[in-house]
């Protein structure tokens, strides 16, 4: 009996609605590798990846041909061992739309009405002004890697009345994206936008897109947001930007070290604020992932291989 491998818990119903579409697959799930650990070799397809998954099912013996991975980024698999061996590889892009750009914009609109300063006083009791606050309706968004995330992240700019600009590799344009470019027109957007941000994977061609360079291109005025992959950003060259004031000030929830250590400069930044990785995060995460895995899961029984959110291994997204 083929195995179906799923290195997450799923709920009671979540299990059965696999088992009544694959009546001849065993699965086995939770999050205790004692579980599935002893079961991970004769797997053919495994939901979720980690260091056990990838000692046992990138053996030459094993029956590994789809990884269904629970995250949207696999900048942190062995891709090209996967592509070796001829394994397909899906993510759960798409799941992180509604909650990623809400935290863009609680980062935005903190900024621009500096909520976070306000909130440092509150937490010494001071009634104490913030000095001239401004508005987001009317502004420039920048949008680097418009995916999922940005399209999200465009159409909600529409509702403040802002000037979208997009970058995506193929330019191909989009609805809510005023104007699109391609990587060749990143510069005209930096120099454009008041706020940029950036939802890009980590790949090969995108670690440190973010350096000096494309911080002097900015306004003096302009506020950077990373939401994507922390590797994207020169750390140093962004530290160096908002203690000049080349840039005013950025909003970070990825980092090129995680847990960002005590000893960083951001911590102590007036200009910055930083969540922990977490701006995916949303209690609908699981729901929204396992329907993604049940429309690939259809294709594979039927003969096809999974459509939905496929890897191109040679794109590293």
């Not at 909650?99 to 621009?112: N, R």
């Not at 990587?183 to 350096?211: C, I, Y």
């Not at 004031?245 to 995680?258: H, P």
Request: charged share 25%.
């Amino acid at each position: 009996m083929p195995k179906i491998i799923c290195l997450h818990t799923l709920t009671g119903e979540q299990a059965e609605r696999i088992r009544q579409a694959a009546p001849a697959w065993e699965l086995i799930h939770g999050k205790d590798k004692e579980l599935w650990l002893d079961h991970l070799q004769d797997a053919e397809i495994v939901v979720g990846w980690n260091k056990s998954a990838e000692e046992v099912c990138l053996k030459k013996d094993s029956k590994l041909r789809w990884v269904q991975n629970w995250g949207a980024g696999v900048d942190k698999l062995p891709l090209g061992r996967l592509a070796d061996r001829g394994a397909i590889l899906t993510n759960a892009s798409g799941v992180h739309a509604f909650p990623i750009s809400e935290t863009i914009y609680a980062m935005m609109l903190a900024f621009t009405r500096k909520l976070h300063l306000s909130v440092r006083h509150q937490l010494h009791s001071e009634w104490k002004g913030t000095g001239s606050l401004g508005e987001i309706h009317g502004k420039t968004i920048g949008i680097i890697g418009v995916g999922a995330i940005g399209e999200e992240t465009a159409r909600l700019a529409k509702a403040f009345g802002m000037k979208v600009l997009g970058v995506r590799r193929s330019g191909q344009p989009s609805g809510f994206v005023d104007a699109m470019h391609d990587l060749n027109g990143l510069a005209a957007v930096l120099r454009k936008s008041d706020f940029v941000v950036v939802t890009l994977p980590l790949t090969d061609e995108t670690r440190h897109m973010f350096s000096k360079a494309q911080f002097e291109l900015m306004k003096p005025t302009a506020m950077y947001i990373n939401i994507g992959r922390g590797g994207t950003t020169d750390t140093e060259a962004l530290i160096e930007a908002l203690r000049t004031g080349v840039i005013a000030g950025a909003g970070l929830d990825v980092f090129e070290q995680e847990p960002l250590p005590a000893s960083s400069p951001l911590w102590q930044m007036e200009n910055v604020i930083m969540t922990p990785h977490n701006s995916g995060s949303t209690e609908q995460y699981n729901e929204r992932a396992f329907e993604i895995l049940m429309r690939n899961l259809q294709d594979y029984l039927q003969g096809r291989e999974p459509s939905v959110n496929r890897v191109d291994y040679g794109k590293q997204y």
